[in-house]
């Protein structure tokens, strides 16, 4: 594309992006000062260590069904891991939509059933139609843990980073579906960073990592949709009109991230019989130390999973040492899968 | 961690877990039949040679749209044999079924029996019923077993040969995403059916246009991808195989977008690969359904190892499953 030899550094912030270009072997045909960097888009990654634990403490109670989404099933919690504590007796279930918990509490009248909720702006919407649905349903034994993202203010803190230095950013199909181009022109205001809001293809990905470097040749930092097909200015006002009906933004802590404020969302008063994390108050257990795992480090971005020494030896999709191995969007997952 | 070590559904899904079960019978039972761990033995009678299997069917739900557990449990049994390159013959049943399940279920399903066995032209000639409480099973398990004499005058092994070609059946993922979306009422379209369909009369016209065959497989749990990697890895050569040569249907790669899955890893119950010598290779193409395709070869690089040729000519390696999160597919 162009020989100058400084590096262009771009971020995939999206773990279907990661996979999708690790399933393709984009990064192989890139010229060399192309880099691309994997972001902390993978929900299942970015769940705190202390909410992942309060998930599993509450699922060990023999008065509770634990619903869950798939992927969630084997990461590793303190102790253990929702699949292990499954092999051992408790009621855990993998369900495809919140509304399956829903039926769940609903033909388990004698239980409590809870969701553990983790997703970015493309899952909350849906949970906020579960909850407003559970509230008209009138039912007493149905529980969020709320444990949602919201991804602008992550990707502030990764723009901010001096350590991480990214000169583009390949942005979310999905998430934009829902939030349109208003936050994203913001952060380009206050960053003057390239955005472009890039579909799932592999030849949408080549077009859209096109479409950055062209920014960044030009130092022209604008919000740039190469997802016309489905991605519109607007967004979907629907969907976020529910989720502000239910839902409040509150700080959050991310793996890797830290504490971020704003970025996460909790249950508003009006839905507290729902809020697992206040109905159930559990004890959590002391976190041993860390066992070398470099998660955290590998979601800012700032480094690679192949710099981590369990990566391919202790730490495999089958025995998970860390989140980033367990998910399938995860970027350890991705590059252990596609080498 | 916790005190003991158990077992979890992670070990029973085909992948590297798995083989951690595995590795404690082999060690115990190692003989040289064995150690060829084929899905089914070739046995060798008094100059007669046999192929050998035993199968057993927990798929949840027990119907689906393209099958049911009795047709899974026959065909299932009767293909194992015929890549083989034998021709299947007898067949045992033994059912574990759990108090409570409804009489008509259980005629439903010997009736789905009776017509695949008349299909695949076998025999049922032995079998077995256990009922248990409820709980200590789920409606009704079935265990086979199977027999057929292997009939083919080449030599099928676990061993591909350099420069052999690689030929698939027809499109893949079928009867994984069928199961799911059945038991999960996931709402895809329902053209999503299994291809859960005996493999031996395809397989026979196969075997009758070639001597160069090397290596047959069908695909089963853990889909194309863990079959290639088996067979490289036995073969001691490398495979390069082509994305884009490989048939998907539309619904199924959508379906997989999706739910994030991998086509090449989602299980099979009516495909089946073919090493064979290029030269006969089209011949062998023909011989099989109307979306057959040829969508590789062997060769002496990278040995052990699968190489994807990805749709934009970049490559990458195929490993294989390392876990699957569909249990109970068949």
New interface residues.
Partial sequence: MHSKTKKIRLMEVCGTHTMAIARSGIRKLLPPEIELISGPGCPVCVTSQEDIDRAIEIARRKDVIMTTFGDMMRVPGNETSFEELKARGADIRVVYSSLDALEAAESNPDKKVVFMGVGFETTSPAIAATVLEAKKRKLKNFFILSNFKVLFPALEVIARSKKVAIDGFICPGHVSVITGTAPYKNFVRKFRKPCVITGFDDRDIVKGIKMLVEQVKNRDPRVEIEYKRVVTEKGNVLARKKCGKVFSVRDSVWRGLGKIKKSGLRLKKEFKSFDGEAHFRVKLPKVKKDKGCICGEVLMGSRSPLECRLFGKVCSPARPVGPCMVSTEGTCAAYYKYR | ??AQK?????HGNG???MHELIDVLRVKFSNRILNEMADAAELDIKGNRLAFTTDSYVVKPLFFPGGDIGKLAVFGTVNDIAVKGAKPLYISLAFIIEEGLDFLTFERIAKSIQEASRKAGVFVVTGDIKVVERGSADKIFINTAGIGVIEYKGRISSRARKEDAIVINGSIGEHGLAILNAR?N?GFESSIKSDCRNLNLEVKRCLSKSRKIHVMRDLTRGGLATSLCEIAKSSSLGIEIDEESIPVRKSVQKAC?IL?F?PLYIANEGKFVCFVSAGDAEKVRRAMSPRARIIGRVTSQHKGKVYLK????????L?ML??D?LPRIC
């Fill in positions: 961690m916790m158990i077992i979890t559904m992670s992948g590297r877990l999960e996931l977008d994030g991998d990805t749709r934009i000519a970049s490559s990458r390696i490993p390392e876990s999160l």
